[in-house]
């Protein structure tokens, strides 16, 4: 089975992935630790210093390994449904979860992480909550082609298992 949780910043996909890896008895992975991992560079560093494109296509090509992995439950970076094909790629290759809270909900989970998140580090409170609000709306068509959706009351383990159950 292979799980790509995708979302918003802040929505939770690497506590979830911990935590159906764990209940699953497979492997867990964050994207974004494998981008860093592979480029011996943070994430800001690689935007600051390579720029986004270097980034996308590092992060497209990682994703590709997982072809060959037969169970797992990844947490993408936010983006990366929006790029190279990514959203498709994993549509035909497992289960897409778009774990969809509410951007309140993402602006007071991200107030405290601003400091350790480069795209935000800089925003205001207000700013960040307009940020979240564009990116939304910009990724909005990409996120609606997972084949499921969990929201509000739904993004629980009970939520999860509904999903997973369908494809045991």
Same mark, same amino acid.
């Given at each position: 089975?292979?799980?790509?949780?995708?979302?918003?910043?802040?929505?939770?996909?690497?506590?979830?992935?911990?935590s159906?890896?764990?209940?699953?008895?497979?492997?867990?992975?964050?994207?974004?630790?494998?981008?860093e991992?592979?480029?011996?560079?943070?994430?800001?560093?690689?935007?600051?210093?390579?720029?986004?494109?270097?980034?996308?296509?590092?992060?497209?090509?990682?994703?590709?390994?997982?072809?060959?992995?037969?169970?797992?439950?990844?947490?993408?970076?936010?983006?990366?449904?929006?790029?190279?094909?990514?959203?498709?790629w994993?549509?035909?290759?497992?289960?897409?979860?778009?774990?969809?809270?509410? $951007? %309140?909900? #993402? /602006? *007071? +989970? &991200?107030?405290?992480?601003?400091?350790?998140?480069?795209l935000?580090?800089?925003?205001?409170?207000?700013?960040?909550?307009?940020?979240? $609000? %564009?990116? #939304? /709306? *910009? +990724? &909005?068509?990409?996120?609606?082609?997972?084949?499921?959706?969990?929201?509000?009351?739904?993004?629980?383990?009970?939520?999860?298992?509904?999903?997973?159950?369908?494809?045991?």
């Amino acid at each position: 089975m292979k799980i790509f949780l995708i979302g918003m910043m802040g929505s939770g996909k690497s506590y979830w992935t911990k935590s159906l890896s764990k209940k699953l008895k497979t492997c867990g992975y964050d994207l974004d630790f494998l981008i860093e991992a592979q480029e011996e560079k943070t994430i800001a560093e690689i935007f600051k210093e390579d720029g986004e494109a270097h980034f996308r296509k590092t992060e497209a090509k990682i994703l590709r390994w997982f072809r060959e992995k037969k169970t797992f439950v990844l947490a993408t970076g936010g983006g990366t449904p929006c790029f190279e094909g990514n959203m498709n790629w994993m549509n035909s290759q497992g289960i897409t979860i778009w774990i969809d809270e509410p $951007v %309140d909900l #993402l /602006v *007071e +989970r &991200l107030k405290p992480e601003k400091a350790h998140r480069p795209l935000i580090e800089k925003l205001s409170d207000e700013e960040l909550k307009q940020y979240l $609000v %564009d990116k #939304l /709306v *910009e +990724r &909005l068509p990409y996120y609606i082609q997972a084949k499921h959706r969990l929201q509000g009351n739904e993004i629980n383990e009970s939520g999860f298992a509904k999903i997973i159950k369908q494809y045991a």
